[in-house]
């Protein structure tokens, strides 16, 4: 149980075009996804927590009209890279959790790799 | 964002050794958690500790929770070729808040 799946794996695009990727928990209702980037051989980064039916909390120096998150249903959470450009390649990578509490976990996404030519 | 201070960085290792990492932080976390994370792949949780001075184990693999709560160690035993990856620590604050700050990871 509890998984978590990303569309797509990995895409390649166009600079100055948009890019949406979606995070899917298959088995398990999501209340909170998160949304991570990472940069080669480096820790993942927060960008936004987002909660079902409400606006993404983005952290500090994410810009929140560049990607743009929607959290639609408890199951399905997408981030669109607008007007992407080649700095914006990354490994993004999304996680959900259930709720809130001490033993609540948050399980992690394969991950979509973004390459921005 | 804040990251925590994770060490060794990177460490070659022979099979059937015994290996050892740690976490530090400025701030103080109520919730530490050690994930593996294999190349393209999410981060998958090995071991998660809820209270200070808290040791725990899974299979190969000890964790503990300093009781400064500013710190945590992994230790991995009799290593296998399958060990191979990156551990990161994570920890949470608040309860709560379910928010993550990853450590650096160490690359094995």
């Known amino acids: 149980g509890a998984v978590v799946s990303q569309h797509p794996s990995w895409v390649i695009c166009k600079s100055g075009t948009s890019v949406k990727i979606e995070c899917r928990s298959l088995?398990?209702?999501?209340?909170?996804m998160f949304w991570y980037r990472q940069f080669p051989k480096q820790s993942l980064m927060l960008m936004a927590t987002?909660?079902?039916?409400?606006?993404?909390?983005?952290e500090q120096g994410v810009e929140k009209d560049k990607f743009l998150i929607n959290h639609a249903s408890l199951t399905l959470s997408t981030l669109t890279v607008t007007s992407a450009h080649p700095e914006d390649s990354s490994f993004y990578i999304c996680?959900?959790?259930?709720?809130?509490?001490?033993?609540?976990?948050?399980?992690f996404g394969p991950g979509t790799r973004l390459t921005v030519l | 964002g804040q990251q925590l201070n994770q060490s060794p960085q990177s460490m070659f290792i022979q099979e059937g050794e015994d290996v050892s990492m740690n976490c530090t932080s400025s701030s103080i976390f109520n919730t530490w958690l050690w994930y593996k994370q294999d190349p393209g792949e999410g981060p998958v949780l090995l071991i998660a500790l809820y209270k200070a001075g808290e040791l725990t184990s899974n299979g190969r693999l000890t964790a503990q929770f300093g009781i400064t709560r500013k710190d945590s160690f992994l230790n991995i035993s009799a290593s296998i070729p399958s060990d191979v990856g990156i551990y990161f620590c994570a920890g949470r604050s608040n309860f709560g808040n379910e928010k993550l700050t990853f450590g650096t990871g160490t690359r094995l």
């Open positions: 996680s959900a959790s259930t709720g809130t509490g001490l033993y609540n976990e948050q399980f």
């Open positions: 987002s909660n079902e039916g409400s606006k993404a909390t983005y």
């Open positions: 088995d398990f209702q999501a209340t909170t």
